[in-house]
């Protein structure tokens, strides 16, 4: 990801939601600097999928929210602007606006936001990245590493927590009851990488 030169003003919000689409091409806003997010490959968006199979299942079963695919924004801060697309989120049912999802950008932050780190991530962006969703009152951060296949679990309270391939990976006060085996989130990675 880098920045990429504004040399007349800062963006908006709104500013990005009206730039024309291209394809293959997603921007967010980093305190109103555009910035371009690079395709993330096949692993990364198997990893998408499965993840948000498996919290659509549980989240819907249980009329917790709505989950989310990496195409929604999230306006985190405003003057100047940052708007976060992340790879998975979740927000619980009692923090949809009355009016419904919004059409365009959300305003304000997912209780769960879940980042995959690809392989031309760095990792003091990826933290960056982290602050600004605890900053704007994201509930649990979960980071994942397809390479080492475990997670990273962050808590507004600064604590963090790295899971390894066997630990359990729950969803908190955000998704009581949400468990699963950390390995098991990398299964479309170990079947890509043997061949299957």
């Known amino acids: 990801m880098q920045a990429i030169?504004?040399?007349?003003r800062l963006l908006t919000?709104?500013?990005l939601e009206g730039l024309p689409e291209q394809p293959g091409v997603r921007y967010e806003l980093d305190e109103g600097k555009l910035v371009e997010m690079p395709g993330a490959g096949g692993i990364h968006a198997a990893i998408v999928v499965r993840l948000v199979l498996l919290l659509h299942q549980f989240v819907t079963s249980r009329r917790l929210g709505f989950v989310f695919g990496d195409g929604l924004g999230y306006i985190l801060r405003r003057n100047p602007d940052t708007v976060r697309i992340p790879d998975v989120s979740v927000v619980r049912r009692e923090r949809v606006p009355a009016a419904g999802i919004p059409e365009g950008f959300w305003p304000g932050a997912p209780d769960l936001a879940v980042e995959i780190v690809s392989p031309h991530d760095r990792a003091e962006e990826v933290h960056e990245r982290v602050r600004d969703y605890l900053g704007a009152g994201v509930r649990l951060v979960w980071v994942l590493w397809p390479k080492s296949r475990t997670v990273t679990v962050y808590w507004p309270d600064g604590?963090?927590?790295?899971?390894?391939?066997?630990?359990?990976?729950?969803g908190g006060d955000v998704l009581p009851g949400f468990e699963m085996t950390v390995s098991d989130?990398?299964?479309?990675s170990l079947e890509a990488s043997s061949g299957e």
Do not use: I, N, S, Y
């Not at 604590?159 to 729950?170: C, M, S």
């Open 5 to 8: 030169e504004q040399r007349e």
């Open 13 to 15: 919000a709104e500013d």
């Open 159 to 170: 604590t963090a927590r790295e899971l390894g391939p066997d630990e359990k990976l729950t």
């Open 185 to 188: 989130l990398f299964l479309v």
